[in-house]
């Protein structure tokens, strides 16, 4: 029997799509902030990491307050502080203890069997991160629905919405951050957008905190990697109608801003080898073989089917953005028995 992630339907403000997601994730949100306290810095307290996110809620509640609201409706809906749940999303504050992976892949064109876009992406957190992964299915007011993949059902690592826009990513060790608006508040926004042109505006956010290299791509075949940090960002366009990105700068542009180019390894060398996979399978790839080019191991530990390391592959997406579908497996690649997931088109776009 296939075990699939569980999917949790939310609709209304922001505020109410929060309070549903709130009580029904409220057993893996309290893990989350419990497991939280539990990876503290030495010397670090609780309440000195809450002190310096509320700088960052300054800059939220200026740029994104529907956002912050929704952040608030979980934390009524799961009984829990909404300082620690801001906390929760300020990504930026646990740097030290961040769990770096992911590996993406894009084709379109003349590089798929049938010319569609495909954008296929492996999410590497810590083991236990799998029990509290979570798909949210949500629309709120006249934004496009959108389906994304959460642990815990605070923050969303990937999806795309009804209006043909897709969102995939990879963490990023930027030098540069700052107070401001967490980048995980950035990725909820772009899964509101109706137009790549405006998901790539939130990429551009003068307020940010820091980036991640986020990967959009929509129904018309455009893909791009934002590469970004907090002070700049670079847009890698797709090249030959593929295109992959993992864990470090690729673009020269960019490359003074990694915080430590001595660990770069690992990455470079997923980052060649998605690269060396799509040019092996031009014309033929289709989600059922990127289903198998995710669960490849060349270069294990370290390979895009990653296990064996402190973090894991805990979950794969391959998202096919005109048809509004992805496919969604769970745990690792080599081993997940992936599932369909369909949105309907998005009415209010013009």
Known sequence: MTITIPVIEARGSHREVGQHIGQACQPRIRKTLTGLRDILSKGVTWEQMRQQSTHYLEFSRLVYPQYVEELEGIAEGANVPFEEVFLSVCEELWESVAWRGCTDMAARGPATKDGSTLIAHTNDLLP???????????????????????????????????????????????NDIRPGVPRLLVVRAILSSRYLSEAKDHCLLPQRASSYNNVLADGSGEVYC??????????????????????????????????????????????????????????????????????????????????????????????????????IGLGRACEAEYVAYQLEPYKGKS
């Open 128 to 174: 236990q991160s799998q029990e509290h992964l979570v798909i949210l299915k949500v629309q709120v007011g006249d934004e496009p629905e959108f389906l994304g993949i959460s642990s815990g059902g605070i923050a969303i690592s990937a999806g795309f919405n009804a209006a043909g826009i897709s969102l995939t990513g990879n963490q990023l060790d930027n």
């Open 226 to 327: 934002m590469e970004g940090s907090a002070t700049n960002c670079a847009p890698i366009y797709i090249a030959e109608n593929i295109l992959a990105h993992a864990n470090h700068y690729v673009s020269p542009a960019m490359r003074h801003f990694e915080a430590d180019p001595k660990n770069i390894g690992n990455s470079v060398l997923r980052h060649n080898r998605a690269m060396c996979l799509l040019r092996e399978n031009y014309g033929q790839l289709t989600p059922n073989l990127f289903q198998t080019l995710l669960a490849d191991h060349v270069g294990y530990p370290s390979s895009i089917c990653k296990h064996g390391t402190e973090t894991v592959t805990v979950f794969s997406i391959i998202i096919q953005p005109e048809n509004l579908r992805a496919w």
